[in-house]
């Protein structure tokens, strides 16, 4: 037998069901035996002392993105996949940003062409309807999904990206047709509009009045009506970000009524409230995202979602706009906070800020660390078993991890393009050392290796998503749910 490419020797293996001592053995970029002793490799990875973990699935993350607003985010493929790379995460999916008025299939050829320059980590797209008009499901959805897109995502709040109930269910139909899996940004537009427009006739435009002008209750409006609205077709929908207790209890009742409705938070939701918008000036504009921060009750709440599997998955939801005029500051230096672009940087810090809160906070522990970071998102937008697991035949995406490396975050940039970070000050204890893609090194003792043009599309196949319903539940049956009965 020919010698494995790559041995990673000595570390401990950790999973969403487990955590053992074991060696790597890695041919032909998969991961081809796990075992005591392995024979030696051509090349030899030292693990000792490391705990060796997927590489993380970031489910949601924009890059590259032309805002409805016409604000391109700040980061390329390129600096935000290397941003992905050296926080461990080596699966991106972002997202095809369809504009009204304008064609899907175009929108994704240009997306596709600039991912495929500059991606660093491996990819997938969720398509963006903003305008499903009837001839962009006919026509141009269908051939999109057979080139491999498996999601798609739809806004019921924000000018220029909101679409009204009608539509939505025109989007659910045809997701239903295709076996499809759709996720929501749940708010209520007219709440949100009309708060921010009392807020800022009254002359509180600070950016600490983000907060009130997104209404808790616009959350649960918005959610009850995204699952409301699945369930008149029985079509599996994602309700992203999730930022209120209220929000996350509303799909805690659906799915007791066995809803087909799964749920995302993110790792600012859990780990940042809406205090950190309260700063002199404009600072507090780096924190204005949508839903907004919210309060430590919340933060519990979502802990307790996660840990009883109301929400199955936590994203980065990363958005990064610079604070000068090419992004937060589009409208001028002292914009009302319904002027500023939403969003914050995320992809790099998402592992070890919830590392730190998960394993040595004691939020869960190492194995739901990977489930909910790596494991659940590959599974529930079918990218499982390649990706977001330690087992033979997938994918050697792995990071080599230092449990216990303690970081102070630096405030300033960072090799995303922000320019700054949320999380700056903070001292977080649990680093990645190496990251491996495919069995390719991109990342060595924190140094990025990785080039641009190394990260592949993967294409996913509609309806065949295995999805997860949480620990104390059976498994989704996506044979007899997600495919026969919606077909
Ligand atoms: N909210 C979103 O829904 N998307 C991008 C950024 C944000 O704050
Ligand atoms: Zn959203
Ligand atoms: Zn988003």
């Known amino acids: 037998m020919e010698p494995f490419d790559l041995v990673i020797r000595g570390g401990t293996v950790v999973t969403a069901g487990d955590l053992y001592a074991a060696d790597l053995g890695i041919r032909c970029g998969r991961i081809d035996a796990i075992g005591a002793e392995l024979p030696p490799g051509r090349e ?14 970031d489910p949601h993350c924009h890059i590259e993105q032309l805002s409805a607003a016409g604000i391109v985010n700040a980061d390329t493929f390129e600096s935000a996949t290397a941003s992905a790379a050296l926080g461990g995460t080596t699966t991106v999916i972002s997202f095809v940003a369809q504009h009204v008025g304008s064609s899907l299939a175009a929108a994704a050829e240009d997306y596709h062409r600039r991912a495929e320059r500059g991606a660093i980590v491996d990819y997938a797209f969720h398509l963006i309807l903003a305008d499903p008009r009837p001839e962009i499901l006919k026509e141009e959805l269908p051939p999109l999904v057979r080139a491999g897109h498996a999601s798609l995502k739809v806004f019921l709040a924000y000018d220029r990206l909101k679409i009204e109930d009608e539509q939505y269910l025109d989007v659910l139909e045809a997701a239903r047709a295709h076996g499809l899996m759709v996720c929501v940004h749940a708010e209520n537009h ?22 009130p002008s997104h209404p808790r209750i616009g ?14 077709l029985d079509q599996p929908i994602m309700i992203f970000h999730v930022s209120t207790a209220e929000g996350a209890a509303v799909i805690h009742r659906a799915r007791g009524e066995g809803k087909k409705v799964w749920g995302e938070t993110c790792t600012q939701y859990l780990t940042l409230t809406a205090a950190e918008l309260d700063r002199p000036g404009i600072e507090g504009a780096k924190w204005i995202c949508s839903p907004p921060l919210r309060e430590p009750s919340d933060q519990e709440a979502l802990w307790w979602a996660l840990e009883v599997g109301t929400l199955q998955c936590v994203s980065s939801d990363h958005a990064p706009y610079r604070m000068d005029a090419t992004g937060k500051l589009a409208k001028g230096e002292n914009p009302s906070f319904e002027e500023i672009a939403n969003g914050m940087p995320g992809l790099e810090l998402r592992l070890p800020v919830l590392f730190d809160a998960m394993v040595h906070g004691g939020r869960g522990g190492l194995c739901r660390f990977v489930e909910l970071t790596a494991t659940a998102p590959a599974k529930i937008y079918g990218l499982h078993p390649k990706k977001g697991t330690i087992a033979p035949g997938a994918d050697a995406d792995l990071v080599l991890w230092d449990a216990e490396r303690a970081v102070t975050i630096a405030d300033g940039p960072r090799r995303d393009r922000a320019g700054y970070t949320p999380y700056a000050g903070r001292t977080v204890r649990g680093w990645p050392r190496h990251v491996l893609l495919r069995g390719r090194p991109i990342v060595r003792d924190g140094e990025l290796l990785g080039t641009p043009g190394q990260g592949r599309f993967l294409p996913r196949s509609g309806g065949r998503a295995a999805v997860p319903t949480g620990r104390s539940e059976p498994e989704f049956d996506p044979a007899r749910n997600f495919g026969a009965r919606l077909r």
């Open 44 to 57: 030899e990875l030292d693990a000792r002392g490391l705990v060796v973990l997927p590489g993380g699935v």
């Open 219 to 232: 959350e649960v409006e918005g959610i009850h009506r995204a699952i409301a609205c699945a369930a008149l």
């Open 190 to 211: 007219g709440m949100i509009r009309w708060m921010g427009r009392r807020l800022v006739e009254r002359g509180f435009r600070h950016p600490r009045f983000h907060v």
